[in-house]
């Protein structure tokens, strides 16, 4: 017999450091609390003040005034008038903001004398997306034409009161209409939270418990549904007892197998989930899931890796030791907070080595009315998307998507057609919600109008009148 030969490919030397240099360099960064008492206002709270939730929630800010209690002359006078015309011309959400949360803007700013801290809290990620100001805003189009209160027309798929189902086997119940903080982005933003100058909220019209017995009443009839996202608002606000009685129900179903508690507040007040009435609720609560073989876990919302302080990294990994499935991270991806490759891989890294915390989504930017300066296109979402990958693991590597009206979400490269020059992008699904006798060929998302090339600005400038405006 002729031995074969295998041939084995040259062993090539080491590569240098500049030559192995990649897009995006990765390093493990521990969580960091930022030290609240470079705060005028905060100067004398003690560790354990700061470390109840009840304290937070006591001193959330919630006017210019209180911000300027809290900042004292850090930051200048143009900043707070500027902040001021927001909230009076183009707020959709006012102003509540735990300590926590503001903690995290600017953190590593060593500021001193007036105005010290106004120009790198200007450009810091978390006040951009949590303490919008006026001239952080589009003046040529502060409001898509499309844009809506309802963006996901969510109300109209409720099939009781505050419980949408647009998914065959999914719904989400909206059990509270508040948070313990406001984003200015909220997709819900017809609903949740104070009205504002701008903004007339909607408001549910059964009592809390009958909104909740509908809903149970709902699933129980309905054994299609296998999975319940539990939202608002924030689960957070909703007291304990409330929540763990309708969640114990929840798993009481024979039919439900998921259920996802949603909650920014792990991000923005995660004194609450650490807190030990909550804990011991938790532990609780996944226990009788596990004796039901329910899948019980906690999405929380995350867009800066500035946010991953070691106090959320704490309350985070103390769910996961309760006993929940999963805390996973459902962030939006935002214009001038998280839109490029670094900002969202820092984020992962953060949310996955700082606190065990999932990076699952990134969601683009609903059509809600004066969000055009935070939203991206479809195109620039496909980049980012193809240049997050190879870094995380694979199932840490979270997808983009855009969550098309009346569809639901899509990962960005699957719209079937793309008119590039208008920024409209086609979509199907496959199901049907409640809302359809006969499936719709295609549905359409749209771009911002200030990302497209000029003939598509100027087809706009042409159409537009004809379109609805805040429906």
């Not at 296998?226 to 763990?244: F, I, K, Q, T, Y």
Request: glycine fraction near 6%; charge should be negative; include cysteine.
């Amino acid at each position: 017999m002729t031995e074969t030969l295998i041939q084995r490919p040259a062993v090539h030397p080491p590569r240098t450091a500049e030559r192995a240099a990649q897009p995006y360099g990765y390093r493990y960064r521990a969580p960091v609390e930022p030290d609240w008492r470079r705060f005028p206002g905060w100067r004398e709270v003690t560790a354990a003040e700061w470390g109840s939730a009840q304290w937070q929630r006591a001193h959330c800010v919630k006017s210019v005034r209180q911000l300027r209690e809290v900042t004292g002359e850090l930051l200048d006078e143009a900043f707070y008038a500027d902040l001021e015309r927001d909230q009076r011309e183009r707020a959709t959400m006012s102003l509540l903001i735990p300590p926590q949360m503001l903690n995290t803007m600017a953190p590593q700013v060593d500021s001193a004398g007036p105005g010290g801290l106004a120009e790198a809290f200007r450009a810091d990620p978390v006040r951009r997306y949590m303490l919008p100001v006026y001239s952080d805003r589009r003046t040529d189009w502060p409001s898509h034409p499309y844009a809506a209160r309802d963006s996901l027309h969510e109300q109209e798929m409720w099939v009781v009161e505050g419980l949408t189902h647009r998914y065959p086997t999914k719904v989400l119940a909206e059990v509270v209409p508040t948070c313990p903080q406001y984003c200015g982005h909220c997709t819900r933003m017809d609903l949740v939270g104070n009205s504002t100058p701008q903004v007339q909220k909607a408001k549910f019209l059964l009592r809390p418990a009958d909104r909740l017995t509908a809903m149970l009443d709902y699933l129980r009839a309905t054994p299609g549904v296998r999975d319940v996202v539990v939202s608002g608002g924030d689960v957070a606000n909703l007291p304990w007892p409330r929540l763990e009685a309708f969640v114990s129900a929840l798993i009481e179903i024979p039919s439900i197998r998921d259920i996802r508690l949603a909650s920014k507040a792990l991000i923005g007040l995660p004194q609450y989930w650490a807190s030990d009435e909550v804990r011991a609720g938790v532990e609780r609560l996944a226990w009788l899931a596990r004796t039901h073989e329910v899948q019980l876990a906690l999405h929380t919302h995350a867009n800066a890796a500035q946010q991953i302080t070691p106090g959320v990294a704490d309350a985070a990994r103390g769910l996961l030791d309760a006993g929940l499935r999963d805390v996973r991270n459902q962030g939006v991806l935002m214009s001038g907070v998280n839109d490029s490759v670094d900002a969202l891989l820092d984020l992962g890294f953060a949310l996955l080595d700082g606190a065990g915390i999932m990076p699952y989504y990134f969601y683009l930017c609903d059509m809600i009315p004066f969000s055009e300066h935070w939203r991206t296109s479809v195109a620039q979402a496909r980049e980012l998307q193809e240049g997050i990958l190879g870094y995380l693991p694979g199932f840490a590597t979270p997808r983009i998507v855009c969550d098309v009206p009346y569809v639901g979400k899509r990962w960005v490269h699957q719209a079937v057609e793309y008119d590039r020059a208008r920024g409209i992008s086609y979509w199907t699904k496959n199901y049907r919600t409640v809302l359809d006798d006969d499936q719709a060929d295609s549905y359409e998302y749209y771009d911002p109008i200030h990302t497209l090339p000029e003939e598509g600005r100027e087809w706009w400038r042409t159409h537009a009148s004809a379109q609805p405006a805040h429906a």
